[in-house]
């Protein structure tokens, strides 16, 4: 199932599931509809060694956009793993685009602080 974020298909596709299922158990069902903004993914993609890698956006912070330039960004990229400290052993990311796992929590500020 794609995205199930608000007003995506997959939340509309995961909404009349759900709805369906209460229907079948004779559960009495109401929608309410309500305005939220909502992220618009258009498109993200990485290009890394001559290949095109899609990439979802995630949530973004707060309302205010990360905004990227539309000629993109470029830099080496370093892959530091769950982005502990120790990760960055033998890396100078300073410059660098620095990926890392998803999982990563609040570990991306290391990456800040180290450039």
């Given at each position: 199932?794609?995205?199930r974020?608000?007003?995506?298909?997959?939340?509309y596709?995961a909404?009349d599931?759900?709805?369906?299922k209460?229907?079948?158990?004779?559960i009495?069902?109401?929608?309410?509809?309500?305005?939220?903004a909502?992220?618009l993914?258009?498109e993200?993609?990485?290009?890394?060694?001559g290949?095109?890698i899609?990439a979802?956006?995630?949530?973004?912070?707060?309302i205010?956009?990360?905004?990227?330039?539309t000629h993109?960004?470029?830099?080496?990229a370093?892959?530091?793993?769950?982005?502990?400290?120790?990760?960055?052993?033998?890396y100078?990311v300073?410059g660098?685009?620095?990926?890392?796992?998803?999982?990563?929590?609040?570990?991306?500020?290391n990456?800040?602080r180290?450039?």
């Amino acid at each position: 199932m794609k995205s199930r974020v608000t007003g995506y298909p997959g939340f509309y596709d995961a909404a009349d599931y759900i709805k369906s299922k209460l229907v079948e158990y004779n559960i009495n069902v109401e929608i309410h509809r309500y305005v939220v903004a909502v992220p618009l993914d258009a498109e993200s993609y990485i290009e890394f060694g001559g290949k095109i890698i899609k990439a979802g956006a995630l949530w973004p912070n707060g309302i205010q956009t990360s905004a990227t330039p539309t000629h993109g960004i470029k830099g080496r990229a370093v892959y530091v793993g769950r982005g502990r400290l120790e990760d960055f052993n033998g890396y100078n990311v300073n410059g660098s685009i620095v990926i890392m796992d998803f999982n990563s929590g609040d570990n991306w500020l290391n990456a800040a602080r180290l450039g």
